[in-house]
């Protein structure tokens, strides 16, 4: 059964960090293409960064509005997803899911009938 479960979330100032975590279970999330989403309140969900492992060599690719702030990565003995955030701005503010591929690559993908397996989402609150 593939299960994704975030934490990390929090409250901080405009300017601060903080590191998302998603342990995945059930399947490998090196063979799949990882990706991290944010809804904010009355918006519609949004994709914020993706990440595979295609023939040993890792690629991301991130939305223009987190690019040089955000950084996503995995650690594959633990079979989790992280998202690093700096500099973080009140326009961060949602909640932020974590989703799993059915495929290996991301190349393209970033919407969200892209991705089969979700979180349940951990809240990332940014104050000014």
């Known amino acids: 059964q593939v299960q994704l479960v975030e934490s990390g979330g929090g409250s901080v100032q405009a300017g601060g960090s903080l590191r998302l975590s998603c342990a995945a279970s059930?399947?490998?999330?090196?063979?799949?293409?990882m990706a991290w989403f944010r809804q904010a309140p009355g918006d519609e969900r949004e994709w914020v960064a993706t990440?595979?492992?295609?023939?040993?060599?890792?690629?991301?690719r991130y939305a223009d509005s987190v690019k040089g702030r955000f950084t996503i990565s995995q650690d594959n003995a633990k079979n989790t997803l992280y998202l690093d955030m700096n500099n973080l701005k009140p326009g961060d503010t949602a909640m932020y899911y974590c989703?799993?591929?059915?495929?290996?690559?991301?190349?393209?993908?970033?919407?969200?009938?892209?991705?089969?397996?979700w979180g349940q989402g951990t809240q990332v609150t940014v104050s000014s």
């Open positions: 990440i595979d492992i295609i023939a040993y060599i890792t690629s991301t």
């Open positions: 059930g399947f490998a999330a090196r063979s799949s293409c």
């Open positions: 989703a799993a591929a059915r495929w290996s690559s991301c190349s393209g993908r970033r919407s969200q009938s892209d991705f089969s397996y």
